[in-house]
Structure formats: structure tokens, C-alpha cells
């Protein structure tokens, strides 16, 4: 099964390339990765699939246990170092770089394990050098039981200066050299058999009179969340952390792993005033296998005045907030891999954490925890199941800040298929065209088969087709997928440009969106900063399907929208066409619609022997640009 994270840096798909035959380039160290990386496989066999989003998927290697150490680097660089590297981490074998999933992206390394990778990675590691005035201190750290743990990895800020370091050493104790200071340390020991993961914070006073250290699990405690129904758990998340108060500024530790992971924590036994310390938990639930009627519990907890005797987290549902929601297919009945992200900006996740499979169409009551700081996103991926480079889709949904006992419902591929330049509101994704100077590409991502209905959009990956970026008649970039290009900024000058798009599909989870073309001409503005491109396309949605069909013989309204990239220079659109095809596209009949200024509305008479409605748009702004767009297959008639 995929999963899926968002990354802090950029993470593209299509080849950086220049004109004439596609070829991959390599990236300089503060450039993007190049677009379409692929499958970055770790030192252990774990994968790591960049995606044009801004997220990964991983896929762990052949029984490996699917558990991830994670941490944050000062420069925001992200670490996801599989429990089985742990060992090769503490006595060498690895390097922390190797498992740096933003230096192997900038640096174009698709085997961090290959001998080469180290010559690409070398300016990327800066190891601290062992100060002068060091003292050696003594680490013992103790499981509950009094044994020694299999692996024990070490996080420390010095409070003034805010100097890191970090340590791993296999066994319960390491001699550890340490600047003299007032410290806090976090600590996360590990034991496979179980699995089991305890975790802490300790205040560290380095001297020369520094005593041995004893980290004693003896006081840990079982955290988790205890409900109101019962459940089944599928995934956990934990970071343990001292930050600068209301602030990322500190140290951590985290581990994501699946249900069967057991998480303790110690509690904290000094004043934590002045710093942030405790623990943030996100953990996902659903009801058992075989419920009438499904239910699920995204869950979020946080401790940042240290951590408590008590650290499990109890809700009623009515503390929670309540969503129902509809699974429409698109289609075709199938299954679908559920996700949710919980978004705090002090403490963000590493990633979606999966919740459970939900056939569509179904229903299923989910329960949220609310929080003042927390933003919740939702992720249904369709084809979660795909192998190597079957195509697959994320439908995304975003609900924000939740109110606790608030109640709403939300419908899931209602359709039409239609090209789309939104995220449905998830802002930390990338834009879908973009002049990203701070990464060295013009970004051109266009979603072909999104969706047409409000608050919704689909991104599709691995569909088979082009995109080509040229100018004047002269090809710029080219990749071989439908909708994902990122092109090197050197070849990429200020003027007008046009980027093609084509990508067709046949999938078992759905018979919509067979076919796509799309064309775009744009401005690029100069250079010396990020730029989100004023790209529009002709948002689509049409009342009275269900499931993917409509009605055929009938009369159907349907609203049109000219709509700008989210976060671009708004345009106001100065013409529009449609037209509707019942025969995939063979003939085209114009439709006459009635325009106010970006907004549009028409009504389709469907035939009575038609089986697909294809949809195909035309639009143009003030400053210029021009849109075309066309779907095969857009929704069915029945």
C-alpha cells in the first residue's frame, strides 16, 4: 500500500529536460529535485516515491516492519530513517544523509545506498566537529524490565545557544562527548520483539563533575487515545520535543510506524518554564472489520508543559467533531485507501496517516479532534493497490479548523471529471504553475482529471501521455506524463509560453476521464522570485450525478466558473466557449451559455442513446493567457 507525506521542500514529477529528447538532469544542491526522480530506494530496500504534490509515498522493502524514526534537521530538511537502519546508523555502516529525503531529492539520487550517492551527499553533511572543552558523559538507558534496549537514538539542544547534536548507539549505554552547558535531550529507545518505542525528555546540566546518565523506562507509560466505541488502530505518529516557547525552534524525535507499534513516555521530572517540552500524538482508528455502520476517529494529541503521569487522551464523541461522509464512486464500484493529515505550525506531521479502506460507494460517520491550531486535510486514494507504474489517483478534501461537537456532511467524487488548477484550500501542496526561483524550475503540473465539484480536487499520477513547454514553436522542457513538467529556470527566460498536455488512462477503478488534452499560454514574468503564474482554467460541475452518471434523456444545468490558480494575480476572463460531445469526442456540439463576467451557465439536453458526456472549454483573460481544455468521458449517462 502507498502512503502518503507532504514534504517541506519541493518535490516534482516530470523530467528537468531541455529541448529535444527527454533526458533527466542533474540538480545543483539547492535546486529542486529533478522532476519525476522516481523511486528513491533507501540504504535498507525502503522506497520513497517523490510525487508532483509536494508529498511521498513509501513502500517498505521485503519484511521490513514499515516503521520510520523522523526528525527535522535545522535547515528544515526532513529525515525518515527505517527502524531497521537504526543499527547500521549507530555503528556506521550508514550515514544520517543517506536517509535526508531533501538532499537526496536536490541531488537527483535514486539509490541512497549506491557507493556514488556519497560523492553527491558530501556537501550536505557537515558533521559537528568534537569541541575542545568536551566532556564525555555516560549514557545508560534502561527498558521498563531493567534490560537494555535493541537501539537508542539521542537529540540534544544546548538552552542558551541552541546548539543540536545527536547520538545512536546500539545496546542500553554510549560514551558521549558534549560541550559544556544546560541541555535538554530527547531520547527514544527501541525493542523489535514487541515492537515498542519509550520515549522522553531529560534536563542535562555538562560539566566537568557530570555524573553517569540513567534514562530509566521503569516510569514509562502506555500513551494512546481511548474513545467511546470501540476500534481498531491502523497508524501512529509521536514527536517528542523542547522548543523555544510557541516555536519549531528546538530538538526532536519521532517515530511513525503501524498499528501494532506500542508507544511509552516518561514523564518529565523538572521545571519545563521557559521551553515548549512533551509530545505530540496523531494516531488513526476505525471501527472494527464487518460494522453495519462504519465509524472512524482521526485523532490529535499534544502535551507542551511537559509530559504528564497520565499521557492517554480521552474524548467522548461529543468532544469531537463530527464529519458523514458520502463515498460516491466514479463509476466503477471499488475500494478506496483513506488518509487524514492533521496540520499544527508548530508541530507539523510527517505525513498522511492512513485510515483504513472504504468502499465507494459507502458511508461512514469519522470523528476529529479539534484544536484551535489544527487543520485537517483528507486523502482518498483510488488505486492505492497499483504496482510499479500503474496509474492511481489522491482525491483531497479539506476541512480546516474543526469546532468541537460541530457536525457537517461531504460528498467524495461527485464528478464531472474536468481539468483543474486547485488543491481543494490544501495550501502547504505545491501551486500547479509556478516560477519557483528559490528551486531553479518553472513548475507546470496541471491536473487533468480533477474534479469539477466544489471543495474537491483529484490529482492523477502515472498517467501515460506528454507535456510540452515551448516557445514560439521551439520545444523548452517535455516529459512523458500527462500534466507534470518542471523545467530548469536556465532555459526558461521572460516572454509568453504555451505548455501542451495529453494523457489518456484505463484503470479498473473507474471508466471516466479515458482521455485528456489541454493547452495553456502564459506569461512568465523575470526572474528573482517565486511566482505563482496566473493560469485559469474553466471549472465545471453539473448537477444530479450520482456515482459517476447522470440521467440520460434528460435536461441538466450546469454552472461554469473561469477560475485563476489560488494564490496568482486574479484575472477577469473576457471569453469563454463549450461544447459536449456524445460520442468520445468523434463530433462536437457547440453550447450556447449565458456569461456574467467569470461565471457562466448552460443546460444540456442528453440524449436519449447516449452513454458518456465528453466536455471540451475555451477561455482567455485580459492580460492575454488562453485556456483549452478537453475531457472524454467527463461523467456517464444511464
Known amino acids: 500500500m502507498r502512503l502518503h507525506h507532504p514534504l517541506a521542500a519541493l518535490a516534482l514529477a516530470g523530467a528537468l529536460t531541455a529541448a529535444g529528447p527527454a533526458h533527466a538532469a542533474p540538480a545543483a544542491a539547492e535546486a529542486a529535485p529533478p522532476a519525476d526522480a522516481g523511486t528513491i530506494t533507501l540504504p535498507t530496500g525502503d522506497q520513497v516515491r517523490l510525487t508532483a504534490d509536494g508529498s511521498f509515498l513509501t513502500e517498505s522493502a521485503a519484511g521490513g516492519t514499515g516503521a520510520f524514526h523522523t526528525a527535522t534537521e535545522p535547515d528544515g530538511d526532513r529525515l525518515l530513517i527505517p527502524v531497521e537502519a537504526l543499527g547500521g546508523l549507530a555503528d556506521g555502516t550508514f550515514t544520517e544523509a543517506q536517509f535526508n529525503i531533501d538532499a537526496l531529492a536536490r541531488n537527483g539520487i535514486t539509490d541512497a545506498g549506491d557507493p556514488g550517492a556519497a560523492d553527491l551527499l558530501a556537501d550536505e553533511t557537515d558533521p559537528a566537529a568534537t569541541p575542545a572543552d568536551a566532556v564525555t558523559v555516560d549514557f545508560t538507558a534502561l527498558w521498563s524490565d531493567g534490560s537494555a534496549p535493541e537501539v537508542v537514538s539521542l537529540r540534544w539542544a544546548e538552552i542558551d545557544t541552541g546548539e543540536l547534536g545527536s547520538e545512536m548507539f546500539e545496546g542500553g549505554s554510549a560514551a558521549v562527548d558534549m560541550a ?101 500524538l496523531r494516531q488513526e482508528l476505525v471501527s472494527p472489520e464487518g460494522t453495519r455502520k462504519p465509524y472512524s476517529y482521526s485523532m490529535f494529541g499534544l502535551h507542551d508543559a511537559g509530559i504528564p503521569a497520565d499521557p492517554v487522551f480521552s474524548y467522548e464523541d461529543d468532544d469531537l467533531a463530527k464529519m458523514k461522509m458520502d463515498y460516491q464512486s466514479l463509476g466503477v464500484d471499488t475500494l478506496m485507501g483513506r488518509s487524514n493529515l492533521s496540520f499544527h505550525p508548530n508541530h507539523p506531521a510527517s505525513g498522511y496517516r492512513h485510515s483504513g479502506i472504504v468502499a465507494v460507494p459507502s458511508q461512514r460517520t469519522e470523528y476529529y479532534t479539534p484544536h484551535p491550531e489544527v487543520d485537517w486535510s483528507h486523502m482518498g486514494t483510488l488505486g492505492f493497490d497499483a504496482e510499479g507504474d500503474e496509474p492511481y489517483a489522491d482525491v483531497l478534501h479539506h476541512s480546516g479548523t474543526l469546532r468541537p461537537g460541530s457536525s457537517a456532511k ?92 495529453e494523457a489518456t488512462r484505463d484503470v479498473p477503478w473507474t471508466n471516466l476521464g479515458t482521455a485528456a488534452t489541454a493547452e495553456w499560454s502564459f506569461a512568465v514574468p523575470s526572474g528573482g522570485t517565486d511566482v505563482i503564474l496566473p493560469v485559469s482554467v474553466v471549472n465545471f460541475d453539473a448537477e444530479d450525478i450520482e456515482n459517476g452518471y447522470a440521467e440520460a434523456g434528460d435536461d441538466q444545468d450546469v454552472e461554469l466558473e473561469f477560475a485563476t490558480q489560488p494564490g496568482a494575480e486574479q484575472q477577469d476572463c473576457t471569453a469563454m466557449t463549450f461544447e459536449v460531445s456524445y460520442d468520445d469526442g468523434a463530433t462536437w456540439d457547440l453550447v450556447d451559455i449565458d456569461r456574467d463576467g467569470n461565471s457562466a451557465t448552460a443546460e444540456l439536453e442528453h440524449p436519449e442513446d447516449a452513454a458518456f458526456v465528453s466536455v471540451r472549454f475555451t477561455a482567455a483573460d485580459e492580460a492575454g493567457n488562453t485556456v483549452t481544455h478537453t475531457t472524454i468521458r467527463s461523467y456517464g449517462l444511464r
Not at 190 to 216: H, K, N, Q, S
Not at 445 to 459: H, K, Q, R, T, V
Open 180 to 280: 559544556p552547558g544546560r541541555y535538554h535531550v530527547v531520547i527514544l529507545m527501541d525493542r523489535y520483539e514487541f515492537p515498542a518505542t519509550i520515549a522522553g525528555v531529560i534536563e542535562l546540566e555538562v560539566g566537568a563533575d557530570t555524573e553517569p546518565v540513567v534514562f530509566d523506562g521503569a516510569a514509562a507509560r502506555e500513551t494512546g487515545f481511548a474513545v467511546e466505541r470501540e476500534t481498531e488502530a491502523q497508524a501512529i505518529e509521536v514527536d517528542v520535543f523542547s522548543n523555544v516557547p510557541g516555536t519549531r525552534d528546538g530538538n526532536g524525535g519521532g517515530l511513525l510506524a503501524g498499528p501494532e507499534w506500542s508507544v511509552s513516555v516518561v514523564p518529565t521530572d523538572f521545571d519545563t518554564s521557559g521551553r515548549d517540552v512533551g509530545f505530540v
Open 410 to 501: 461531504s460528498t467524495w467524487n461527485q464528478g464531472p471529471i474536468t481539468a483543474g488548477v486547485d488543491l481543494a484550500g490544501v495550501e502547504y501542496f505545491l501551486p500547479r504553475f509556478a516560477r519557483m526561483d528559490s528551486y531553479e524550475v518553472l513548475l507546470t503540473n496541471p491536473s487533468l482529471f480533477s474534479s469539477g465539484a466544489p471543495g474537491e480536487a483529484i490529482n492523477s499520477y502515472e498517467s501515460p501521455g506528454q507535456t510540452v513547454l515551448s516557445q514560439n514553436g521551439l520545444g523548452v522542457g517535455k516529459s512523458e506524463y500527462g500534466g507534470a513538467l518542471a523545467t530548469d529556470l536556465a532555459l526558461v527566460g521572460e516572454g509568453r509560453y504555451e505548455l501542451y498536455a
